[in-house]
């Protein structure tokens, strides 16, 4: 994959963690920050729509790191407080362990185990984590729903499993929480429920769901009721968007039939 430079910026972890010392003070409010966290979401979910449903392809090495943002400023009004400049915007790097899968492959049936290591135990979706075969579409969600949940609490979820909570969560721990799902009880047991509204609760439920055949997908994700007003005025555009895009990639399709699609033997 070939992808363009990105020289400056902040990335999303560092921008989250700006943005939360601020509304610990008192200075930036939290709905305030709620609305920048959807337009971030919304241009990330564009994206991995993109990414997914027009080109085939899955990132699956998501993360707060990976992404970048522009514009993200933090403004200061003249009584003390803080607003955020609203014309912030999303980049998406790291794509070393992307892959891209055959136009006719509607399974997107993935065996990286590689892809597990000591720092990124909250991104990985359960199949890939117990080291079986897994859609990678899905753990791209997973992901996100890690992510989301990530920009809107402060901090992850959790950031290791111990070797026998894998079998038996810690009840009361993130892990367990996102595994049994009571995420709802674990936000509102930690005092954290201030900071997740019920649609985008929905939306962190929706793309945490443990059975990968029933998580969501990107293209849902778009028409959530979090993203009403969002689908209402941009939901169309995608849409031409990716007719486009598909009769581009049917004129180019000869043209690559020696692509190294990813393939999954098992």
Not at 64 to 75: P, S, T, V, Y
Not at 122 to 141: G, S, T, W
Request: aromatic share 12%; net charge positive.
């Amino acid at each position: 994959l070939v992808t363009e430079s990105i020289d400056h910026g902040i990335n999303l972890k560092d921008f989250v963690a700006k943005a939360h010392g601020f509304i610990k003070d008192g200075k930036l409010k939290c709905k305030e920050y709620q609305k920048i966290v959807k337009y971030i979401f919304w241009q990330l979910c564009a994206v991995i729509h993109w990414l997914h449903d027009d080109m085939h392809c899955c990132h699956l090495n998501l993360s707060m790191e990976a992404i970048i943002l522009h514009n993200a400023k933090f403004i200061e009004n003249q009584d003390g407080s803080m607003c955020i400049d609203p014309s912030i915007m999303v980049k998406l790097s790291d794509f070393s362990k992307a892959e891209v899968f055959k136009p006719t492959d509607v399974t997107f049936r993935c065996m990286k185990h590689s892809l597990i290591s000591t720092n990124n135990a909250q991104y990985l979706c359960p199949k890939l984590y117990n080291e079986e075969i897994f859609d990678a579409r899905a753990e791209d969600m997973w992901s996100l729903g890690m992510i989301l949940l990530n920009c809107a609490i402060g901090e992850p979820l959790y950031e290791s499993i111990g070797i026998f909570e894998v079998a038996k969560p810690k009840r009361g721990s993130g892990y367990w929480a996102v595994m049994t799902n009571q995420l709802k009880v674990y936000l509102a047991t930690n005092n954290l429920t201030k900071f997740v509204n019920t649609k985008m609760l929905s939306m962190v439920q929706s793309l945490l769901i443990i059975e990968e055949s029933t998580r969501i997908n990107a293209q849902s994700v778009l028409k959530h009721l979090w993203f009403k007003s969002y689908y209402k005025n941009y939901g169309k555009r995608i849409e031409k968007k990716s007719i486009k895009q598909a009769e581009e990639l049917q004129k180019q399709r000869a043209k690559m039939q020696s692509f190294p699609y990813y393939y999954c033997k098992y």
